[in-house]
């Protein structure tokens, strides 16, 4: 019913940033804090004493907003490992952690854009288990299973990973894709086992998503391609939209606000009226009902019953009215919400 149940926010006086926000099997909060702060940026090119930017992972209690554990970039990853070079005069986004998975040991998986590394981290000592992609990969990779700029890493139970890779910018690949990488711990090695790209092809210069289906598809966010489309394993895409999103799902929901559905009525040429009905975020609505009447406090007349048609019906009525409200109804005729009365106004 989209009621707010929390509201949650970054501890130490830091500022907590858009690029995760996730809920823990613990039903603690993941969220990402960019931070900065003063260090020698000479070995990237920069600044004896220039403005990076820390990215820090805290895990917090979602009913009391305490800090239980958090994680920070510097000292774990060198500012060498980044691909990004210094602007003078910015701050330097060295690391751009952008995605976190609490793995089922516990640890943490996280994406990192700018040094093109996938890392699992220990939740007991924070130090880096391994790191997939980048300057100091501890995993071979295959041919085509490389990735840059890229986002929304997810590991599974069978060892497939799954992420968006960008390529760009600056670019590097002609166009983005979609990649699962099969990952072999033993030997440390990653091969490519499939890649999703856009028909036409695009090239995402940020954002990005990746997500797997219960009947074994694929659904991709393109970012800034902007698109959204879906796949089947063999690579085929079934659908595609034009839109933009940082990161795009497909799963079912099931929502009524606790607000009322919204009317408007306005009388048109000739003098007959046309209702507008709507009801931002319900889900279930299948038909609208059209309730009218001289006293507003007494609408008993129904003067149309139509399906609803897109975000918006307009639903002209076969004669004049002066007051008229709109019941939101299911499938099955139940009745799931009711407008307030309005009076029919003059265009």
Same mark, same amino acid.
């Given at each position: 019913?989209?009621?707010?149940?929390?509201?949650? =926010?970054?501890?130490?006086?830091?500022?907590?940033?858009? =690029?995760?926000?996730?809920?823990?099997?613990?039903?603690?909060?993941?969220?990402?804090? #960019?931070?900065?702060?003063? /260090?020698?940026?000479?070995?990237?090119?920069?600044?004896?004493?220039?403005?990076?930017?820390?990215?820090?992972?805290?895990?917090? +209690?979602?009913?009391?907003?305490?800090?239980?554990?958090?994680?920070?970039?510097?000292?774990?990853?060198?500012?060498? +490992?980044?691909?990004?070079?210094?602007?003078? *005069?910015?701050?330097?986004?060295?690391?751009?952690?952008?995605?976190?998975?609490?793995?089922?040991?516990?640890?943490?998986?996280?994406?990192?854009?700018?040094?093109?590394?996938?890392?699992?981290?220990?939740?007991?000592?924070?130090?880096?288990?391994?790191?997939?992609?980048?300057?100091?990969?501890?995993?071979?990779?295959?041919?085509?299973?490389?990735?840059?700029?890229?986002?929304?890493?997810?590991?599974?139970?069978?060892?497939?990973?799954?992420?968006?890779? +960008?390529?760009?910018?600056?670019?590097?690949? /002609?166009?983005?894709?979609?990649?699962?990488?099969?990952? @072999?711990?033993?030997?440390?090695?990653?091969?490519?086992?499939?890649?999703? /790209?856009?028909?036409? $092809?695009?090239?995402?210069?940020?954002?990005?998503?990746?997500? !797997?289906?219960?009947? *074994? @598809?694929?659904?991709?966010?393109?970012?800034?391609?902007?698109?959204?489309?879906?796949?089947?394993?063999?690579?085929?895409?079934?659908?595609?939209?034009?839109?933009?999103? #940082?990161?795009?799902?497909?799963?079912?929901? $099931?929502?009524?606000?606790?607000?009322?559905?919204?009317?408007?009525?306005?009388?048109?040429?000739?003098?007959?009226?046309?209702?507008?009905?709507?009801?931002?975020?319900?889900?279930?609505?299948?038909?609208?009902?059209?309730?009218?009447?001289?006293?507003?406090?007494?609408?008993?007349?129904?003067?149309?019953?139509?399906?609803?048609?897109?975000?918006?019906?307009?639903?002209?009525?076969?004669?004049?009215?002066?007051?008229?409200?709109?019941?939101? !109804?299911?499938?099955?005729?139940?009745?799931?919400?009711?407008?307030?009365?309005?009076?029919?106004? /003059?265009?």
């Amino acid at each position: 019913s989209y009621q707010t149940v929390a509201a949650l =926010h970054a501890g130490y006086g830091y500022g907590s940033n858009l =690029h995760e926000f996730v809920i823990s099997p613990q039903n603690t909060a993941l969220i990402v804090a #960019y931070v900065p702060i003063r /260090t020698n940026l000479r070995p990237v090119g920069g600044p004896r004493r220039g403005a990076v930017e820390d990215c820090v992972i805290q895990e917090l +209690d979602i009913q009391t907003g305490e800090v239980l554990w958090q994680w920070h970039a510097l000292g774990h990853v060198p500012i060498t +490992d980044t691909y990004k070079r210094p602007i003078p *005069g910015k701050l330097f986004s060295y690391f751009h952690l952008n995605s976190i998975q609490e793995l089922p040991n516990g640890n943490l998986l996280i994406s990192a854009r700018n040094t093109w590394a996938v890392y699992e981290i220990s939740r007991a000592t924070g130090r880096i288990v391994w790191q997939l992609g980048g300057k100091g990969s501890d995993f071979a990779l295959s041919p085509w299973a490389d990735f840059e700029w890229q986002h929304d890493a997810h590991l599974y139970p069978n060892g497939t990973l799954s992420l968006f890779d +960008d390529g760009a910018a600056p670019k590097i690949e /002609t166009e983005s894709s979609g990649k699962l990488l099969k990952l @072999n711990l033993a030997d440390r090695t990653a091969s490519l086992v499939a890649s999703f /790209t856009h028909t036409p $092809h695009t090239l995402a210069n940020a954002m990005g998503s990746m997500q !797997l289906l219960p009947n *074994g @598809n694929v659904f991709i966010g393109w970012g800034t391609g902007p698109y959204i489309s879906e796949y089947k394993r063999s690579g085929r895409q079934i659908w595609s939209a034009g839109f933009t999103s #940082y990161r795009a799902y497909r799963f079912p929901w $099931h929502a009524q606000p606790t607000t009322p559905p919204a009317v408007a009525a306005m009388n048109g040429t000739g003098g007959l009226p046309t209702v507008y009905a709507s009801w931002n975020g319900a889900t279930e609505v299948a038909a609208w009902r059209v309730l009218a009447g001289t006293d507003p406090s007494s609408l008993t007349t129904v003067v149309a019953t139509t399906p609803k048609l897109g975000f918006e019906t307009s639903i002209p009525l076969p004669a004049p009215e002066a007051y008229c409200a709109v019941q939101a !109804l299911s499938a099955s005729g139940q009745v799931l919400g009711t407008s307030q009365t309005v009076p029919v106004t /003059t265009g």
